[in-house]
């Protein structure tokens, strides 16, 4: 009963909050949807079949698209609680071999969230169209194709919803003072903007609680508003729902009518946000919020619209506030600003997280990853994308200053991501949740040919505002193409000119150089072998750290990786060699954490792999490169080595009774390092954790001896090596090839942000090795 009380009390936390994260953009088009359908030859027809006949329209198309398709199917097309064009590309990739992902590994589907719910059946028969995309690899890259168009219309999305529904909320102060200039209009728009986007730095998820009280009043207020209308203009609307009107609407208006479908479009807009900001919320609440409230409250004011403008067609060009009655106009323009504003964060926020999925997926140049809030997962900000969609927006606004022209672009962005979504989850059906092909089929036929026929509607518009984000999308497209190509020929060079493991064992132990206490940890692509960059070491510098760490940080087509099966942790080569292999696991919506508490996760991993090797859990002696275990971040930590966190003054803060090995460094050093700490405390508190072994429960010498060369090694300090790749296309290369490599991504390469910002690798500590990639 208790657990029933508390499931309750969370459905209804969550049915609350997605009113004003989910819902908010999809509450802003009655605004501007008759306007927009109405803008063409379609006001010429001043009849109440014309008017009914759109309102039947704009009902239909809310029912097919918004509440069967996105509601009723997408929801359950889910990856662990996540939607988006990525995770539907997540989904496919798990359940088909589609991934263009380097290092794959068969342990890596052995994670506990890596296989679909209630489809781990493996005795199923392996679908026709499954084999066929496994055995050509074009198209897995036209797939990949398509998922990264998807995305790139999800940016242009996050461009366009700000400016259209911050202007077109503005508008109605024209409607109140009918002498003022659209300049001001203008100028209002584009100040909400720009604090629109600056608060996104500033912490705008300290006002969320807001967010969900602003939509609840502005449905209400449009549902009012469209109630007065029926009431007041003509009751006899209603018969507008019935799917004959849409039959008469096109026998009547024949070609005005089809061109209208572009601004009609406009009403659903905004639903792919449902889908795409899934993972805070759960399904059942939030189909229950669309279907008794949202749906309900937009039906409600689109059928008042029309039933307004059956008697005042005139006013079409401020059919909205020209349909608030007086008692309500001042507290709708009010309300108005502060919903678009409300509207157009969790599109911002959704743009981030389908840029930083790119990112993860190695499809999109390096950028910096702000986790906003560590308590809420997800919550994340990127300066360089929040001031570009800043810009655009701006621009978009002070070019267009039209809200048409607005919502044409609007519209094809939108119809795009929708029409991409189709695809994916036809292919879903099919592969995912092994269903039969035919009903795959129909889905795709069903809901393809509805958006079809509006996208042939707004193709004829590319003049009138669409060719917007055809253009940042193909920009888009490509350079996330560019660095995808550019990367993978990159992890191709590696893996072709890995060290020999039989060369590295002709050098003995100490690996023909001075070993030096402390900790290499060495960035590196392969999942299997010694980067070629070691051997710089090797041959040109005469000393190198006691313990050794390639530290892979690989991507798996999952939205999460739980901390518990996040290391993959080996030992390359003899116990002498002191050299391992950390593999470590993200999801594409993980945030990689920073380097310090990265550090003794590492430590930790390590400390846990020698306790299971010599428990007899690791591979024979004799193996030279071993295979991988995973390693469990509760368990054995902290059974043998410990660690005490220091203060802020250098103290212990507790007592233990563990045996703190000394720092191996130089006074020198440790002088140095002392300076730095007094400069930056802060940035260094947890450097200040230290390691020790708990001797009563390390009875074993040989293991007591190794986890205490580990401990003094992470006492001595630990080093990131990192490669400076520089590529370059090879003399007899094509044209394109060199274009894409040399100037392409060479250019994104030098203007992207480093790994080790990306990878949150203090600068202190950082060693930069340049590679020349001859591909």
């Known amino acids: 009963m208790v657990n029933r009380r508390g499931q309750c009390r969370e459905n209804a936390l969550f049915l609350y909050k997605s009113f004003g994260l989910l819902f908010g953009a999809l509450s802003i088009p009655p605004l501007y949807v008759y306007k927009c359908a109405f803008s063409g030859g379609l006001l010429n027809y001043q009849t109440d079949d014309a008017i009914f006949g759109v309102f039947s329209v704009i009902f239909w198309t809310l029912t097919l698209i918004s509440l069967l398709k996105y509601v009723l199917v997408m929801l359950s097309a889910d990856d662990n609680g996540q939607g988006g064009v990525i995770a539907l590309y997540a989904l496919l990739c798990r359940n088909a071999k589609f991934c263009l992902l380097p290092n794959y590994q068969a342990s890596d589907e052995e994670i506990s969230t890596y296989r679909y719910p209630g489809c781990s059946n493996t005795n199923m028969p392996t679908s026709p169209l499954k084999r066929f995309i496994e055995r050509h690899k074009s198209l897995k890259t036209c797939l990949l194709l398509v998922v990264l168009f998807g995305a790139s219309m999800v940016i242009c999305v996050g461009i366009l919803t700000p400016a259209i529904s911050i202007f077109a909320s503005v508008e109605g102060l024209q409607f109140q003072a009918t002498n003022l200039h659209s300049g001001v209009v203008v100028l209002i728009a584009c100040i909400l903007l720009v604090a629109l986007f600056v608060l996104q730095h500033r912490g705008i998820h300290k006002l969320a609680f807001i967010f969900t009280p602003i939509i609840i009043l502005w449905l209400l207020l449009i549902a009012a508003v469209g109630i007065y209308n029926i009431i007041e203009w003509n009751p006899r609307v209603y018969q507008a729902l019935s799917p004959y009107y849409i039959y008469i609407f096109f026998k009547t208006t024949g070609k005005d009518g089809w061109l209208s479908l572009g601004g009609i479009l406009l009403c659903v807009t905004g639903t792919e946000a449902i889908f795409a900001d899934l993972g ?154 092994h269903q039969s092909f035919i009903l795959s089929l129909l889905f795709c036929v069903l809901f393809g040919s509805v958006e079809a026929v509006y996208l042939s509607s707004l193709c004829v518009r590319i003049l009138k505002g669409t060719w917007l984000p055809l253009v940042l999308s193909a920009v888009f497209l490509v350079v996330m193409y560019v660095w995808q190509y550019g990367t993978q020929k990159k992890y191709l060079y590696d893996l072709h000119n890995k060290v020999s493991m039989k060369w590295m064992l002709t050098l003995g132990p100490s690996l023909g150089i001075v070993r030096v206490p402390g900790i290499g940890l060495i960035y590196t692509e392969l999942a299997t072998g010694v980067p070629a960059s070691f051997t710089h070491f090797l041959t040109n510098l005469p000393a190198f750290y006691q313990v050794i760490v390639f530290v892979c940080v690989k991507t798996v087509p999952v939205p999460y990786v739980p901390q518990k099966e996040r290391y993959l942790v080996g030992r390359i080569g003899p116990k002498s060699f002191g050299m391992y292999r950390c593999m470590v696991r993200n999801g594409y919506k993980d945030v990689f954490k920073n380097g310090d508490d990265f550090e003794i996760d590492v430590v930790m991993s390590i400390a846990e792999f020698i306790q299971m090797e010599a428990e007899g859990s690791g591979t024979p002696e004799g193996t030279v490169d071993r295979r991988m275990a995973v390693v469990k971040t509760s368990g054995k930590f902290g059974t ?98 060199k274009c894409a490599i040399d100037v392409a991504y060479s250019f994104l390469r030098k203007n992207c942000r480093s790994p080790a910002v990306t990878l949150n690798i203090p600068h202190i500590c950082l060693i930069k090795v340049g590679m020349n990639y001859i591909v």
């Open 640 to 737: 043998v080595l410990v660690m005490a966190q220091t203060s802020g003054l250098g103290e212990s803060s507790s007592s233990s009774s563990s045996a703190i090995v000394s720092s191996a460094k130089s006074p020198t050093l440790q002088n140095l390092q002392a300076n730095y700490e007094q400069e930056a405390p802060k940035l260094n508190y947890w450097r200040r954790a230290r390691f020790g072994l708990l001797d009563a429960k390390c009875k074993d010498s040989r293991l007591k001896e190794q986890l205490q060369e580990l401990v003094e090694a992470k006492h001595a300090g630990v080093a990131y090596v990192i490669g400076q790749a520089y590529l370059k296309a090879k003399w007899n290369s094509s044209f394109l090839k």
């Open 280 to 433: 805070h919320f759960r399904t059942a609440p939030v189909r229950v919020a669309f279907s008794f409230v949202i749906y309900p409250c937009l039906i409600l004011q689109y059928m008042g619209q029309a039933a307004f403008l059956s008697r005042n067609l005139s006013a079409v060009s401020m059919s909205f506030f020209a349909s608030v009655p007086p008692p309500l106009l001042w507290p709708v323009l009010v309300v108005a600003p502060l919903a678009a504003i409300v509207a157009s964060q969790p599109v911002i926020s959704s743009t981030f997280s389908v840029v930083k999925q790119c990112q993860a997926i190695r499809c999109f140049p390096r950028v910096k990853v702000v986790h906003t809030k560590r308590r809420i997962s997800g919550q994340i900000y990127i300066p360089e994308l929040n001031w570009f969609l800043m810009i655009i927006s701006l621009a978009v606004t002070i070019g267009f200053r039209d809200t048409i022209r607005m919502a044409n672009a609007y519209g094809i962005a939108f119809l795009g991501v929708t029409i991409i979504t189709t695809w994916l989850v036809s292919l879903v059906i099919d592969l995912v949740w």
